[in-house]
């Protein structure tokens, strides 16, 4: 076994060292399944049992590894054997434990294994990869880490194995060649924590879960946004620097103005494929997440010894890439390979200003939440407080077919949020975009989202029907319908009767658009009058908590659609919340208790969110 330490680089040169000298074959070494990660021979790369072998013959190997610190620079860290739990990520499958040293992993501030590290390849003295840093275990700064066999993470896409995200060290199943197995036994280990970030960070999150509760067609990931814990993070910016081992990789839900994902580290680059985090993100198998490079600020130590050392993002780069798989050895994706649609809102004043555009790219996972966060941010970001005003949004949803044909789907509604305004639009029009891509009626496929949004006031401004007026032609006056005598024969005026309410507080009352209608010369008897909100939106409300935030469901009509074609027309009788109806009903012919019931509806808008109803009761006379 050649022992010669490789002469490894760091700060700026760290990077090229991994890109060339580790990813050049070891001179001698045939280019088969065993001996090289990828498949044209480079990335030498030894498999567990190879692993096993060599460091329980000789312990006192040192290793080399490359990670993050500060920056986009990729630096060096050494480790020593400890040893191996056997069948820990799966049948056959061991972790290898390594205690690390250097940046300060245990000395100094000893950040230990820190969250954000999990992907950092490890390799022998003479550049092969033995794996990935993916393993903590325990958060208090312990420097022993969990390494997921390079030959294991290779066969991510191809051959998942899985037994569980947490792995308990008993003395049966520890197998160490450099520590004794009192030493280890009775902690747990765990998969590091990618570190979550989010534009908006934790007030976009909290957006996040409320409107995941109200959208249906979830996916499988969106425990990850439940869970919390996003930090901050601006829009994606430029960041030259490629992706390479042990360099920073962001994976992302959705990109631009509405980022959503996590940062780890890049394992290996075979050509234009990666493989990173050496643990899952969400586990799900075959998936869409985009791939950006990430700068870091520094990592964070734990003085508390309870919640672990992170890496601290401080911005993220342009997507440059897929996640095609999401397997529980690594993630591994394609440079290049762009997926998903974009999303534009565009946000207005009441004038009709342009103030701001948002935009980014949503991918499958969270695909109905992400898309509908564009118009949630601008509100928080705009509006600046916890979701109070009022606001009009249209929306457009461009989608195809799997044969082919193209289709759209229009739609508009208005709002008035005491506190949950960016819920409120965000849920209209992830409601559209889940009923069209989750219906079993046909194949469909998103192919764009664009909406405006227009802030209409800095306050919840709503709407509540209160009464009804009558014009009396020989006072020439509006007075209340109730109790009046209207003759059959001639044409009658009515108005409705609200009060406008701003952030929950009465104002002054209003009379909106005038109604006629002429009962005829046969009407007699009794008549009501109706005026009613058509989208009352707190009908059905149900609340519920979840992770200590009250989530509130608006119980809807069900969508009874047979065919593809008419859930898209239910979907467009969509009724803005400023429409109401005024309901009118006589009788004529004959005595009251067998004449016929005619009844006049009428449409008509209003200058914002319209609750409640007033009935009016009134005689028709000759």
């Known amino acids: 076994m050649n022992r010669s330490l490789l002469r490894w680089a760091s700060g700026a040169a760290a990077s090229a060292v991994a890109a060339t000298v580790l990813a050049s074959p070891t001179p001698g070494l045939a280019a088969s399944d065993d001996s090289a990660f990828c498949a044209d021979g480079s990335v030498p790369m030894v498999t567990q049992q190879q692993s096993v072998d060599l460091f329980e013959t000789d312990p006192t190997h040192v290793v080399r590894?490359?990670?993050?610190?500060?920056?986009?620079?990729?630096?060096?860290?050494?480790?020593?054997?400890?040893?191996?739990?056997?069948?820990?990520?799966?049948?056959?499958?061991?972790?290898?434990?390594?205690?690390?040293?250097?940046?300060?992993?245990?000395?100094?501030?000893?950040?230990?294994?820190?969250?954000?590290?999990?992907?950092?390849?490890?390799?022998?003295?003479?550049?092969?990869l033995i794996g990935a840093v993916a393993y903590g275990l325990s958060p208090d700064d312990v420097p022993i880490a969990g390494i997921t066999p390079a030959d294991y993470m290779k066969k991510v896409g191809t051959d998942r194995l899985g037994s569980?995200?947490?792995?308990?060290?008993?003395?049966?199943?520890?197998?160490?060649?450099?520590?004794?197995?009192s030493s280890l036994a009775s902690h747990t280990a765990r998969p590091l924590k990618a570190v979550k970030v989010m534009a908006g960070g934790t007030r976009a999150n909290g957006a996040l879960n409320r409107i995941q509760a109200k959208v249906p067609g979830a996916s499988p990931s969106a425990s990850a946004a439940?869970?919390?814990?996003?930090?901050?993070?601006?829009?994606?910016?430029?960041?030259?620097?490629p992706i390479a081992p042990g360099g920073n990789i962001a994976v992302g839900y959705s990109t631009g103005d509405i980022f959503s994902g996590s940062v780890g580290t890049v394992t290996a680059v075979c050509g234009s494929t990666v493989w990173a985090f050496g643990h899952p993100m969400d586990f799900i198998g075959e998936t869409?997440?985009?791939?950006?490079?990430?700068?870091?600020?520094?990592?964070?130590?734990?003085?508390?010894?309870?919640?672990?050392?992170?890496?601290?993002?401080?911005?993220?780069?342009?997507q440059v890439g897929t996640i095609?798989?999401?397997?529980?050895?690594?993630?591994?994706?394609e440079l290049g390979l762009h997926r998903g649609f974009p999303v534009t809102t565009r946000v207005k004043n009441a004038s009709g200003r342009l103030l701001d555009v948002y935009r980014g790219t949503v991918v499958d996972p969270w695909m109905a939440t992400n898309a509908a966060m564009a118009p949630a941010m601008a509100i928080y970001d705009i509006v600046d407080n916890v979701g109070i005003g009022s606001a009009r949004h249209t929306w457009r949803i461009d989608y195809r077919l799997r044969n082919g044909k193209t289709g759209t789907l229009k739609n508009r509604q208005v709002y008035a949020g005491l506190g949950d305004l960016a819920d409120q639009v965000a849920s209209g029009l992830g409601g559209d975009i889940a009923a069209l891509a989750y219906t079993d009626l046909a194949d469909v496929t998103i192919t764009s989202v664009t909406s405006t949004l227009t802030l209409t006031d800095d306050r919840a401004v709503d709407?509540?029907?209160?009464?009804?007026?009558?014009?009396?032609?020989?006072?020439?006056?509006?007075?209340?319908?109730?109790?009046?005598?209207?003759?059959?024969?001639?044409?009658?005026?009515?108005?409705?009767?609200?009060r406008t309410y701003v952030n929950g507080r009465p104002r002054a009352k209003s009379v909106g658009p005038v109604v006629r209608f002429s009962p005829g010369a046969k009407a007699r008897g009794a008549a009501t009058l109706t005026f009613e909100g058509l989208a009352d939106a707190s009908s059905g409300e149900e609340c519920f908590e979840l992770d200590g935030e009250e989530i509130c469901i608006y119980d809807e009509e069900p969508v009874s659609a047979s065919t593809f074609a008419e859930l898209v027309a239910e979907l467009d009788r969509l009724t803005p919340a400023d429409r109401a109806r005024a309901k009118i009903r006589w009788t004529t012919a004959g005595a009251a208790s067998s004449g016929k019931t005619k009844v006049k509806r009428q449409r008509f808008t209003l200058p914002g969110p319209v609750s409640g109803s007033h009935t009016a009761t009134f005689t028709i006379r000759r």
């Open 164 to 181: 569980g995200r947490s792995v308990p060290i008993t003395r049966r199943n520890l197998q160490a060649a450099a520590v004794a197995p």
């Open 288 to 318: 869409s997440l985009s791939i950006h490079n990430a700068s870091a600020a520094l990592v964070v130590p734990d003085s508390t010894g309870w919640s672990g050392s992170y890496k601290q993002v401080a911005s993220i780069g342009q």
């Open 463 to 498: 709407l509540r029907l209160t009464g009804a007026t009558w014009w009396n032609p020989k006072k020439r006056a509006w007075v209340k319908l109730d109790g009046k005598r209207l003759r059959a024969t001639r044409t009658h005026r009515v108005r409705p009767v609200y």
């Open 65 to 128: 590894g490359l990670t993050v610190v500060r920056g986009t620079t990729p630096e060096e860290f050494t480790g020593t054997y400890v040893g191996h739990i056997e069948n820990a990520l799966g049948k056959g499958v061991d972790m290898l434990l390594f205690r690390l040293s250097g940046l300060q992993i245990d000395s100094g501030e000893k950040r230990g294994i820190w969250a954000g590290m999990s992907g950092s390849p490890v390799y022998t003295a003479d550049g092969r």
């Open 324 to 333: 095609t798989n999401d397997g529980y050895g690594a993630i591994r994706g």
């Open 226 to 241: 439940r869970a919390g814990g996003f930090g901050a993070v601006g829009s994606p910016t430029t960041i030259s620097d």
